[in-house]
């Protein structure tokens, strides 16, 4: 289904600009007036990580007149494999400032607005206001939850995209969306799709579980393709519709996904009527594990002395890593051993275990080894203690010789 073109163009373009978008300006569909509603769009991009990365690029590169760039990080020699907007130079700089100076260079009529602060509630729908659309390449559920729902209550377009290993998925969530005769299409929001995050710890990050660089790309580009569509009022864009992309496979598939009656957003009875606390929504670790944690949680300052404590023969525990054997090459605490997450999910992990003795548990940062100490406690491992900060927090404090991930 088409959609009358979101922006309206520009009075012009100048000679320069005829210049640089020519390739652009024969393709028939695009044309000047395409050209000029590019000119005139402010685009928000959410994130200048993986997606970002790609998406501000080629954002830039289009003549996208407003660029906005909502990031708060700075950038880090692991980001690199992927977020090409960076360079070698810019580790430790401001992503936002960063990912500026790329863009100036890639197209330097473009206007860059830096928004370089963590969104939330207090200031999210303030950054929104004003943009024609938003391209999401946010890597967390709380954040996305809150994108979508202050774009719903600003009425502004946005492109959602998603990337996890060899898999991505993107959409174009526009429940205001309406049809040339401006009757209204029915178009679902992020919420119709998933009305619950996932149980916390369920669906790893990708700094848990990796993600391969160039997927990074696909999917980006993707985001700016139907950004320019929606911009431009060409083509078809994924409103209503799911792109899933398998790497592996090579294959895209394309679902369709209908707006839910029920939607508590943008569903008849609503009852999300503003902002919530998503972070509360979304849940950094599950009940079980929280209340596992409490008490049972010690330092890796303090793992540091257990260990030397049970190197003198003063002390016995056992150390378990339970992160998966790939990244147990990459850096490890000394002494421990591996039994990966899954291991005691399935119980396989039980038999394991030495019934004398306690038993430590660590993972990457603390939230995987929270739930696993939620089960080991359960069966019985009432001394079962885990790490907070997990490796992440052993390599920064107490052995910076080991690379981090
Ligand atoms: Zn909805």
């Given amino acids: 289904m088409s959609f009358p073109a979101l922006v309206e163009p520009a009075a012009e373009l100048t000679i320069d600009e ?36 790609p998406a501000l690029l080629y954002l830039a590169a289009a003549g996208v007149g407003t660029i906005g760039i909502a990031e708060f990080d700075e ?31 890639a197209n330097p009529y473009v206007d860059v607005v830096v928004h370089n602060e963590r969104l939330d509630n207090d200031n999210v729908l303030q950054v929104f206001e004003g943009y024609d659309l938003i391209v999401d390449g946010t890597d967390n559920f709380a954040t996305r939850y809150m994108v979508n729902d202050a774009a719903y209550f600003l009425k502004i377009p946005y492109v959602w995209g998603s990337i996890y290993r060899f898999d991505g998925q993107a959409s174009v969530f526009w429940p205001h969306a309406e049809d040339e005769n401006g009757q209204s299409v029915d178009a679902p929001c992020y919420r119709c799709l998933y009305p619950e995050p996932p149980p916390p710890g369920m669906v790893p990050s990708c700094a848990e579980g990796g993600v391969l660089g160039v997927l990074c790309a696909s999917i980006g580009s993707i985001q700016v393709n139907e950004a320019i569509k929606v911009i431009t009022g060409i083509g078809d864009p994924i409103v209503g519709k799911l792109m899933i992309y398998d790497a592996l496979e090579m294959e895209y598939r394309k679902l369709k996904v209908r707006k839910d009656p029920n939607c508590a957003l943008c569903g008849d009875n609503a009852t999300v009527t503003g902002l919530i606390d998503y972070e509360t929504f979304c849940g950094a670790i599950s009940d079980d ?41 990459i850096n490890q605490i000394p002494g421990s051993v591996l039994i990966p997450k899954g291991d005691f999910l399935n119980g396989s992990a039980l038999e394991k275990l030495p019934s004398d003795k306690q038993i430590v548990m660590h993972c990457k940062t603390g939230v995987r080894s929270a739930e696993t100490l939620a089960i080991v406690k359960g069966a019985g491992y009432s001394d079962a203690v885990h790490v907070g900060g997990g490796v992440v927090a052993w390599v920064n404090q107490i052995d910076p010789s080991q690379p981090s991930y």
């Fill in 18 to 53: 005829v210049r640089r978008y020519s390739r652009h300006l024969i393709i028939p569909d695009v044309g000047m007036t395409g050209q000029k509603r590019l000119k005139n769009a402010k685009v928000l991009v959410i994130g200048a990580g993986g997606l970002g990365s």
């Fill in 75 to 105: 950038v880090d020699e692991s980001n690199l494999q992927r977020q090409i907007i960076h360079g070698q130079s810019d580790i430790g700089r401001p992503k936002a400032e960063s990912a500026r100076d790329s863009i100036r260079e």
């Fill in 289 to 329: 594990a929280a209340e596992a944690a409490a008490g049972s949680t010690i330092s890796v300052v303090q793992l540091e002395h257990m260990l030397k404590e049970r190197s003198e023969g003063t002390r016995d525990f056992v150390l378990v890593d339970v992160r998966e054997p790939n990244e147990y090459e």
